[in-house]
């Protein structure tokens, strides 16, 4: 039986904002942090189902809100080996948190346990985390007292990045199998990193220092822990941005997003001493994304900015990973998985090399798309991706029985990349450590790596609109089906442009919508950007 009376009480101890509209987005339910203790409850409720469902196994739920800003929150399920929840329980999710009395939502909960004949005597066991937001504490209180009220075992894992309790998930369900992902605990997430880390930079002459930006985020602190296991003489890091404590600094003129989608040095850097040639990286305000930068030239100069995106991190990985394949003697089919946003040079250069898939915006998505391969390497252009292998391709690896010492030092060199890459999910750290490797490895600094392609110019716009559900998307959102009528406008101000290409699409995170422009000519980008977004506002 479910315990109704009890779920009532904390139904209505965290009553929903009257009006308020939930929705099930890219990443879970992201708005306003003062408005989601409701949803933090109701969705502990289904994370306690979900894992019910799943014969008793742990799942995850992650309160944070990303890059957004810090007044933001937003609570992700996530699924028992890591990945994010299953989505046809995202429509309950959505009813779940919008409805308006008990009985209503009692009525969702009794339709989930029927249609997946959800065994209420099976215990649930759920792990929840949650970044330095300080609406967090609030939101965790909400969802503790919803799995009290479900009788869940619990695990309050704290103060945590996203992919630290992905990490936790998969470890927790795997420990003691074959399959065993690593030490259930936050400590045993930067032992497995750093041990697979250094064993891959061993031997191979240390580069320059890497300055890292932290978004004043949990990745401060993720990275903070992490130095303990790899010593400076391995990786020489400095630290900026790391104020967690400080009231609005979270994701404030630095970070991850404001980096890619500005184009630009976190604000006030220059006051931090960063010079020409610096290799310098930016995490988000939950440490699953990272993009990497330089000034190239002179540093005075507007274009000296370089942006190394999550498509550059995408090649780079790719073509090593082959590389080593291919020297380990290993078939290996390496395919690449990118979504609109991918700029269209990273897409030309990728092509001609692996197989490339498109889908829409979301790792959900892309990851998904990823498992078809042997090694699917998975990025958003914003820099939220990782690296996946297939369970064949670990057996392959486990097995093969190399005829060369090259050949088995490129064996042992993906069998190390394994272990220093996230499975789970994109990871700032783990990419970090990845694409610090990748460059130690080539004895490559950002400019030989930028080198790679040279990218289209490009755009991101926000524009506000009346009714971002109005927007409706096909072909891996590369096109609107509504409104009608205007996809073939935007066709018709895109075909006055040179080698141009832009989309439109429902943010998923925010309520907005968001033209993307790219061209050839870079003086004809903003009037192309504009033009579009003058069509749909
Ligand atoms: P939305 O708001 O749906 O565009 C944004 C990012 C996604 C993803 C999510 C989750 C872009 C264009 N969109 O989604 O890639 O990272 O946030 O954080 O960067
Ligand atoms: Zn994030």
Not at 278 to 284: A, E, K, N, T, Y
Request: hydrophobic content about 40%.
């Amino acid at each position: 039986e479910i315990p109704f009376a009890l779920i009532e009480q904390g139904f209505e101890a965290f009553p929903k904002p009257a009006g308020k509209k939930f929705e099930y987005g890219t990443t879970g339910i992201r708005t306003k942090g003062d408005t989601l203790e409701s949803t933090c409850y109701r969705l502990a409720i289904i994370g306690a189902l979900r894992s019910k469902s799943l014969n008793g196994k742990l799942i995850g739920l992650m309160v944070t809100a990303s890059h957004n800003p810090e007044p933001d929150n937003g609570i992700k399920p996530i699924d028992s080996r890591g990945e994010m929840l299953d989505v046809t329980w995202e429509p309950y999710c959505t009813a779940a948190c919008n409805a308006v009395d008990a009985q209503e939502f009692f009525g969702i909960l009794k339709k989930l346990i029927h249609a997946y004949k959800i065994d209420l005597k099976t215990p649930a066991k759920v792990i929840y985390g949650h970044d330095t937001r300080p609406s967090s504490p609030m939101l965790i209180k909400a969802v503790a007292s919803g799995l009290a009220a479900m009788g869940a075992q619990t695990i309050d894992a704290g103060l945590k990045t996203t992919p630290q309790l992905h990490y936790l998930v998969h470890a927790h369900n795997t420990a003691g199998t074959e399959e065993a992902y690593g030490e259930p605990t936050e400590e045993g997430y930067y032992k497995k990193l750093a041990d697979a880390f250094l064993k891959l930079v061993e031997g191979k002459p240390a580069t320059s220092k890497l300055t890292v930006d932290c978004a004043n985020g949990v990745g401060a602190h993720a990275l903070l822990n992490i130095q303990k296991y790899i010593p400076s003489s391995a990786l020489e890091i400095r630290a900026l941005r790391t104020a967690i404590g400080t009231k609005g600094a979270l994701n404030d003129g630095c970070g991850a997003d404001y980096v890619k989608i500005g184009q630009k040095l976190p604000k006030d850097i220059e006051k931090d001493g960063v010079q020409q040639g610096d290799r310098m990286c930016s995490f988000d305000g939950d440490a699953d994304r990272i993009v990497f930068y330089y000034l190239r030239g002179n540093p005075a100069q507007k274009d000296s900015f370089r942006l190394l995106d999550g498509d550059k991190i995408a090649a780079l990985a790719t073509d090593y990973i082959s590389e080593l394949a291919k020297k380990a003697g290993i078939e290996l089919n390496v395919g690449c998985v990118q979504t609109a946003y991918a700029n269209g040079s990273s897409t030309k250069y990728l092509e001609q090399r692996v197989p490339v898939t498109c889908t829409p915006t979301g790792v959900k998505h892309l990851h998904r798309a990823a498992e078809h391969y042997d090694v699917g390497v998975y990025f958003e252009a914003n820099g939220h991706g990782t690296v996946l292998f297939s369970p064949d391709a670990l057996k392959l690896l486990s097995e093969a029985k190399p005829t060369t010492p090259a050949a088995e030092d490129a064996l042992i060199q993906l069998r190390n990349l394994v272990d220093v890459i996230n499975q789970t999910v994109g990871d700032a750290i783990s990419d970090m450590l990845l694409v610090e490797v990748i460059l130690r490895s080539r004895q490559w600094d950002c400019e030989e790596w930028d080198a790679l392609y040279e990218e289209l110019p490009n755009k991101m716009l926000k524009v506000i609109v009346k009714d971002r559900a109005a927007f409706t998307t096909e072909d891996a959102e590369r096109r609107l089906v509504t409104p009608t009528g205007l996809q073939a406008k935007i066709d018709e101000v895109v075909a006055k442009y040179k080698d141009a290409r832009s989309f439109v699409r429902p943010s998923g995170t925010e309520d907005c919508v968001r033209v993307y422009a790219e061209t050839g000519l870079a003086a004809e980008l903003d009037s192309l950007a504009n033009n579009v977004a003058k069509l749909v506002q």
